[in-house]
Nanobody, 123 residues
């Protein structure tokens, strides 16, 4: 059973930066896409960023465009989320996930999840 583990969360003041990392217990499992999600109190889980591993295309939710960057190291063992210009509404539990592409429409279907790392941004 593959486990995803996130690192790098913490507390930071508004305007600051954090870099999150996500490592897998092993790298032989199939995945076509990986992403970061945010779970904030009282809100639904929100997809923040996706990296399509074949094309290297990245997508972001509007609220983080220009501030967050999703990337992966060269041997594809670690997923990163660079978060700059952080705001209080970025506060939440950040989870990484891995998935496969749906044949009918090419969307990413996430099927493996980490436990999350907490990010708290104070004003």
């Amino acid at each position: 059973q593959v486990r995803l583990v996130e690192y790098g969360g913490g507390s930071v003041q508004a305007g600051g930066s954090l870099r999150l990392s996500c490592s897998a217990s092993e790298n032989t499992y199939r995945r076509d896409c990986m992403g970061w999600f945010r779970q904030s109190p009282g809100k639904e889980r929100e997809r923040i960023a996706t990296l399509y591993l074949g094309s290297r295309i990245t997508t972001y939710t509007d609220s983080v465009k220009g501030r967050f960057t999703i990337s992966q190291d060269n041997d594809q063992s670690t997923l990163f989320l660079q978060m700059d210009s952080l705001r209080p509404d970025d506060t939440g539990m950040y989870l990484c996930a891995a998935g496969v592409l749906l044949p009918r429409d090419g969307r990413c279907q996430y099927n493996k999840w980490g436990q999350g790392t907490q990010v708290t941004v104070s004003s």
